[in-house]
């Protein structure tokens, strides 16, 4: 079974610093897909950043990137230059190969200004 | 906004009654994804309907239910409610091309309270 861990429910960062947010996951597909997601006190979902299991490259999104390493099955979300807007829910999920998705349980980041 | 429609914003009711929930997707999209989010707690997938057809199940529960209509709205009905039911319900579409679901965009959710 699939199962998405985020083992920091809460993190706080200063405005303009950096931080890492961490997600583990355990599958036995070869073929996914993973993403973050983040949702603001408003608790709209909204997507930060998508990646493609079989691409090496990490991707990026402006202020966001991602450190991706299959074989430790590990997927963490570096936010660059934060900013207030940043404070949020973030959620680590996995989208397996029959279109299932899981989600992390969540981490709550707290930009300070 | 994304796009996707929900209705209605909240609902309340009482244990053992029966609601819907209500979808709209995205113009052009086929996908519908129907998700829980109970109290501080990340998503539980519940189902997936493309193009009318259920297309992946997730932890949904017998007594709830799913259809999509085929001007592609979509409709979660939660029956004999427990307690426990209490959540945000999400609606999220895609384009889906493929295998895969690209990227998903969600509406802002129904919050049902059980009393």
């Known amino acids: 079974a699939q199962t998405v861990t985020q083992s920091q429910p809460e993190m706080s960062v200063q405005e303009a610093e950096t931080v890492t947010l961490s997600c583990t996951y355990d599958?036995?597909?070869?073929?996914?897909?993973l993403f973050w997601y983040k949702q603001p006190p408003s608790r709209q979902m909204i997507l930060v950043i998508r990646?493609?299991?079989?691409?090496?490259q990490n991707a990026t999104e402006n202020r966001f990137s991602v450190n991706f390493q299959k074989a430790a099955k590990s997927f963490s979300l570096k936010i660059s230059d934060s900013q207030l807007g940043d404070t949020a829910m973030y959620f680590c999920?996995?989208?397996?190969?029959?279109?299932?998705?899981?989600f992390g349980s969540g981490t709550k980041l707290n930009v300070k200004p | 906004d994304s796009g996707v429609t929900q209705t209605p914003k909240h609902l309340i009711t009482a244990t053992g009654q029966r609601v819907t929930l209500r979808c709209s997707p995205r113009?052009?999209?086929?996908?519908v994804y129907w998700y829980q989010q109970s109290l501080d707690q990340g998503l539980q997938f519940l189902i997936h309907?493309?193009?009318?057809?259920?297309?992946a199940k997730g932890n949904i529960l017998e007594r709830f239910s799913a259809q999509q209509f085929p001007d592609l709205h979509s409709e979660l009905n939660l029956s004999s409610l427990e307690l426990g039911d209490s959540a945000l319900y999400f609606c999220?579409?895609?384009?889906?091309?493929?295998?895969?679901?690209?990227?998903?965009?969600f509406g802002p959710g129904t919050r049902l309270t059980v009393l």
């Open positions: 999220a579409s895609s384009v889906h091309s493929g295998e895969w679901s690209n990227e998903q965009f």
């Open positions: 599958t036995s597909e070869n073929n996914y897909y």
């Open positions: 990646q493609e299991a079989y691409k090496q």
């Open positions: 999920a996995f989208e397996s190969n029959f279109n299932k998705f899981y």
């Open positions: 113009s052009g999209d086929l996908s």
């Open positions: 309907y493309y193009n009318g057809e259920e297309r």
